[in-house]
Structures are given as structure tokens and as C-alpha cells.
Nanobody, 125 residues
């Protein structure tokens, strides 16, 4: 079955950087768009970024554009999220997921499955 395991989160000061990784198994990773979402306490899970199967197309929420970079290594079945210039409002649990419905928009979490356990990112001011 689909299994996604996030890692790389932690505590960082504002302005710092972190790189999240998401290791995938149980499906043909190179055939799927992968997404990153985040959920802060008391808030809905929101879209952060996505990357198409080839890595040729990437998508970002306006709130992270210019600061975050998504990438993937299909040989390692891993997707990454490089987060720079972090802000306290980036504090959340970050999840990766697989887009199972290619006809759906990459921005909507309803078209994703295989949610991992998440990785906590905390940015102090």
C-alpha cells in the first residue's frame, strides 16, 4: 500500500532554513504528482507545493513562493521541500501526499492520498 514518511522537521529561528524529505514506497513513485501540505494548530490543512511526475512543473502557495523549493529524485523515490527565509507563520505540521486523481487540481487536498505522519516545523521569532 501507499506509504509516505516525512523527515527533516525541527525548531529553527526566523530567517533560517530546513529541508524536508518524504520517502515513498508501495507505488510507482515516478508516475505521480506529489504534494506538500501543512496544518497549523486550529487551522485547516493547506496546500504548500506540488511537483509533477517528471519534475518539470512545480506549484506553490503564494505564501511560500520565492522561499520554498520543491524537488524530487525518482531514482530514490523521494520528494523534498527546501524551506528558506522561514517565518513564525510557517510553523505547522508538514505532510506529503500522492495525487491520485490526475484530473483534479494540484491545489486541493481531496485529490491526494497516502498521507504520512507529518513532520513538525517550528519557527521561533
Amino acid at each position: 500500500q501507499v506509504q509516505l514518511v516525512e523527515s527533516g522537521g525541527g525548531l529553527v529561528q526566523a530567517g533560517g532554513s530546513l529541508r524536508l524529505s518524504c520517502a515513498a514506497s508501495g507505488f510507482t513513485f515516478s508516475s505521480y504528482t506529489m504534494g506538500w501540505f501543512r496544518q497549523a494548530p486550529g487551522k485547516e490543512r493547506e496546500f504548500v507545493s506540488a511537483i509533477r511526475w517528471s519534475g518539470g512543473n512545480t506549484y506553490y502557495a503564494d505564501s511560500v513562493k520565492g522561499r520554498f523549493t520543491v524537488s524530487r529524485d525518482n531514482a530514490k523515490n523521494t520528494v523534498y521541500l527546501q524551506m528558506n527565509s522561514l517565518k513564525p507563520e510557517d510553523t505547522a505540521v508538514y505532510y506529503c501526499a500522492r495525487q491520485f486523481r490526475i484530473s483534479g487540481t494540484v491545489y486541493a487536498k481531496q485529490w491526494y492520498d497516502g498521507w504520512g505522519q507529518g513532520s513538525q516545523v517550528t519557527v521561533s521569532s
